[in-house]
């Protein structure tokens, strides 16, 4: 029975590229296996949530938009998606900030693009003003409050006792509970829940759909779900869409773990769909650190008698052959054995 020890922190001068969630290791010397060699996982370190809580996987909006009339006096329709920056969102106001700036530029496209009427879009803008106007940003940005300091004399006072003050203004349009801006939908935070709102123009409906991972960060589930749930802005009403619980910032967006390696034999998980499976385990993010000494070590067939490099790599989702993307650092042990 052999040892190897692996991790993305060795070799990396061979290596540079080797990151957490997938690396290669270069042998000191090859392995040398006796036939029908097996191998398995003895015990793997790493850190929890070393990944982002919104990652490629489930970072998708699914939108439904309809009623948006064009010029000749038409309507038309579309089922659409947009998906946010994979990261680790640590707060509500970022993530919030993130889902505004994926909607309304994936709102202004279709109008730009769909021959609708004029009032949906400004078509004399060109790049970057346009994503300034549908992000509220640059000149398009809304006055924020300030202060100044009034100097006005008063005529009935002595110099030595005239006064400068300091004056707050307060635009007309400024809402303290509005922590997401954007010029067709827009986020707020009231009473410990996360809003939208619409904004601009309501002559369209708008049909919104988060995957499960969002919606459980937002507070618009507690529960894993698989199938999406759709909130609707009404044509002609300026309806809000109010999340249903607090914000869950802390939601666990990762249950799985598949770790695949090059050495291993195929294993079939049916519809043509093939793996070099090594093991499936749980993603632990309740501790500050997980050191899995597996007490029973599942062994795969080992496909040559002669290794000189071992590739890691880890998997959240076998349809799409996603790598998971880990920012700390794995420690593994593999135990060979014969038979």
């Not at 191998?39 to 938009?65: A, C, D, F, K, Q």
């Not at 100044?148 to 400024?174: A, F």
């Not at 049909?207 to 459980?216: E, L, P």
Request: net charge neutral; with cysteine; aromatic share 14%.
């Amino acid at each position: 029975m052999k040892h190897v020890y692996l991790s993305n922190r060795f070799g990396v001068d061979v290596y540079p590229r080797n990151v957490g969630g997938e690396f290669v290791n270069y042998l000191n010397e090859p392995l040398i296996l006796p036939p029908q060699c097996s191998v398995g996982i003895h015990e793997i370190y790493y850190l929890p949530n070393g990944w982002y809580n919104v990652r490629s996987t489930n970072n998708t909006i699914s939108m439904r938009i309809s009623n948006v009339k064009k010029d000749d006096g038409t309507f038309t329709s579309r089922n659409m998606t947009t998906q946010i920056p994979p990261n680790q969102y640590v707060n509500g106001i970022a993530l919030m900030q993130a889902i505004v700036n994926s909607i309304n530029k994936v709102l202004y496209e279709y109008f730009r693009n769909s021959e609708a009427a004029g009032f949906y879009w400004k078509r004399d803008l060109g790049s970057p003003a346009r994503d300034w106007w549908y992000n509220r940003q640059g000149g398009w940005k809304r006055e924020q409050p300030y202060t100044y300091i009034d100097k006005t004399v008063n005529q009935n006072k002595p110099g030595s006792l005239q006064e400068w003050k300091d004056v707050e203004v307060i635009p007309g349009d400024w809402d303290p509970r509005r922590i997401a801006d954007g010029r067709y939908i827009m986020g707020y935070y009231e009473d410990n829940h996360l809003v939208l709102k619409r904004d601009y123009t309501n002559e369209y409906t708008l049909d919104i759909a988060f995957g499960d991972s969002i919606s459980r960060l937002l507070g618009f589930s507690q529960l894993e779900r698989q199938q999406l749930e759709w909130y609707a802005f009404q044509k002609a009403r300026w309806n809000s869409i109010r999340a249903a619980y607090v914000p869950n910032m802390n939601a666990q967006t990762l249950n799985t773990i598949w770790v695949m390696c090059d050495v291993v034999e195929l294993t079939d998980f049916g519809c043509g769909k093939q793996y070099p499976l090594l093991r499936v385990m749980p993603a632990d993010t309740m501790r500050n650190h997980v050191s899995h000494n597996f007490g029973i070590t599942q062994y795969r067939k080992v496909i040559g008698p002669r290794i000189n490099s071992i590739r890691i790599w880890f998997v959240e989702d076998l349809s799409s052959n996603t790598v998971l993307d880990i920012y700390s650092d794995v420690y593994i042990r593999l135990e060979f054995k014969n038979g």
